[in-house]
Nanobody, 125 residues
């Protein structure tokens, strides 16, 4: 399985921006569907965004569409989550996840076998 390490969390004011990165170890990065999930205190983990394997498609939760962008750098085995116009309700631990050649238009945590350790994003009002 691929190993994942996230970076880039922190504290930001509402309306601000952050960029998260997730570096994947191993080969065949392009063959993994990469996604971001988040979990706020007392809530279930929820889907944020995904980039399908070989980067053919991207998907977003309605709550972040138009504000967040997922992208990949294949040379660096890295997936990014650019978060703009952040809101206090975006506060959560954000985790990246990988799934070998997974294809779907909907995503749940059980679809992914490899996870990073998570990074805290806090948006103050």
């Amino acid at each position: 399985q691929v190993q994942l390490v996230e970076r880039g969390g922190g504290l930001v004011q509402a309306g601000g921006s952050l960029r998260l990165s997730c570096v994947a170890s191993g080969r065949a990065f392009s063959e993994y569907t990469m996604s971001w999930f988040r979990q706020a205190p007392g809530k279930e983990r929820e889907f944020v965004a995904a980039s399908s394997w070989r980067g053919a498609n991207t998907y977003y939760a309605n709550s972040v569409k138009g504000r967040f962008t997922i992208s990949r750098d294949y040379a660096k085995n890295t997936v990014y989550l650019q978060m703009n116009s952040l809101k206090p309700e975006d506060t959560a631990v954000y985790s990246c996840a990988a799934s070998w050649r997974y294809s779907s238009s909907t995503y749940s945590p059980s679809d992914f076998g490899s996870w990073g350790q998570g990074t805290q994003v806090t948006v103050s009002s």
